[in-house]
């Protein structure tokens, strides 16, 4: 099978003479772990639209068909429930970008305390560290195998609670390693690692993206993240519960540039780390403001105690991403917070009556 894609930032792997045009422009195909999630099926959307194939795989663990049901029934799109802690051989796949897209979630708010959620929970944290290791090396063994392009969707969170402030990609980070947070944040440092790992020793042709705080439609809705808290919670007619004293501070990306980002990654020649995300800067209480004027302005506000190890502010630095890439973002918070209402208020009517979507 030929290997469309060599390693270009090793000038050993370079293609001698130019790849024919009938192969370059060939249709790709191409994989989307947690292809069912929210970042996950908005790459599959795109993916779907300019023509390319697409296999999703997915553990339903936090996403839902519902993402992609309206791709069911086109030959192009197919759905794999299956977890990547555990290996999968795609046989029959022909060279392609292998795109990496996982789970993202940390439950934050307080369970009820029963002794069967608190060990869920515990396992959570596990199931999330195993994910983004035994996951990450699962599909970089794939790619070697089948001489794919891997993408890693990484996390602003590789900066932890950052000393360095906007976050540019060589801060090397401030990140507890014994602490609350650390199944996220060291599971995609060692995800990091592995995808370098892969690229130098393997000849895999790799592309890390740092994606930071992105909100939009499909987001899950009790993943406890603020901007989905927010929103449900102003629909709801809720308090909106601001941890802390509100005042650190996160820069919000709308779902649909981080996509943008995310395909000129893939199809460019640089490997990366990029930071993706927008660099406006908003503390907690100025989010909740937004929220207030986008779905209800008499909301009220409720401060609960925060979470450990939060960080205190973070905001990329995005200039290499501009240079490099030619991509920045273009959808404002005030833009892209309407977008993600009605949205929001479907899926939660739905839920209300008990239909699963
Ligand atoms: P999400 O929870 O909506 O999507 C993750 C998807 O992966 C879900 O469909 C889930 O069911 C699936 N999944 C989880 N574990 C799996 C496993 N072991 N095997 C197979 N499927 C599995 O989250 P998202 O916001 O769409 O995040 C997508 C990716 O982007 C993640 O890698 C995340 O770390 C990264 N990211 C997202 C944000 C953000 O703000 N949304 C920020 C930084 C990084
Ligand atoms: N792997 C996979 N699918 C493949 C090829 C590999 O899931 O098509 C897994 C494999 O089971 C292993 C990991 O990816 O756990 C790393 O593979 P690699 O070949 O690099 O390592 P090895 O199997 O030699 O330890
Ligand atoms: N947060 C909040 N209220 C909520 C949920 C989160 O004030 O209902 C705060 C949280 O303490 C953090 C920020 O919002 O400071 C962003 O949290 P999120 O989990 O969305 O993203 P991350 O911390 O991973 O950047």
Redesign the pocket.
């Given at each position: 099978s030929s290997n469309l894609f060599s390693v270009v930032d090793q000038p050993r792997y370079r293609p001698v003479g130019r790849v024919p045009a009938q192969i370059r422009n060939r249709r790709k195909r191409i994989v989307v772990t947690g292809g069912a999630g929210f970042v996950g099926s908005h790459l599959v959307d795109k993916l779907i639209a300019r023509g390319d194939d697409v296999i999703g795989i997915d553990n339903f663990f936090t996403g839902r068909r519902g993402n992609v049901v309206h791709h069911f029934g086109n030959p192009r799109f197919e759905l794999i429930r299956h977890d990547v802690v555990d290996p999968i051989l795609l046989e029959n796949f022909l060279a392609g970008i292998l795109s990496f897209s996982i789970l993202?979630t940390?439950f934050?708010?307080d369970p009820i305390p029963t002794l069967g959620l608190y060990l869920w929970i515990e396992n959570l944290d596990i199931r999330l560290y195993k994910t983004n290791v035994m996951g990450t090396l699962n599909m970089l063994g794939l790619a070697k195998r089948i001489g794919a392009r891997f993408l890693l969707t990484s996390?602003?969170?590789v900066y932890g609670d950052p000393l360095e402030h906007p976050q540019k990609e060589t801060y090397w980070g401030h990140v507890n390693p014994i602490g609350v947070?650390s199944c996220?944040d060291e599971g995609k440092r060692t995800a990091e690692t592995l995808t370098m790992d892969y690229h130098r020793g393997a000849g895999v042709e790799v592309r890390i993206a740092r994606i930071?705080?992105t909100y939009g439609p499909r987001m899950c809705l009790d993943d406890?993240?603020?901007?989905?808290?927010?929103v449900a919670?102003a629909i709801r007619k809720q308090p909106?519960?601001?941890?802390?004293d509100?005042l650190?501070t996160?820069s919000f990306q709308y779902v649909s540039d981080l996509v943008d980002g995310l395909v000129a990654l893939m199809e460019g020649e640089h490997v990366g780390p990029f930071n993706l995300g927008n660099p406006g800067e908003f503390t907690?209480l100025e989010?909740?403001e937004v929220v207030k004027e986008t779905i209800d302005p008499s909301a009220r506000i409720e401060f609960?105690s925060?979470?450990e190890d939060?960080?205190h502010k973070?905001k990329p630095d995005i200039t290499k991403a501009k240079e490099l890439l030619n991509w920045e973002p273009k959808i404002s918070l005030r833009e892209g917070l309407p977008r993600m209402v009605s949205d929001f208020r479907n899926r939660m009517l739905n839920e209300d009556e008990g239909k699963v979507l």
């Open positions: 993202d940390l934050k708010d996390t602003s969170e947070r996220y930071f705080n406890g993240r603020v901007v989905s808290n927010f919670q909106l519960t601001v941890y802390g509100g650190q996160r907690m989010l909740a609960k925060n979470t939060d960080p973070r």
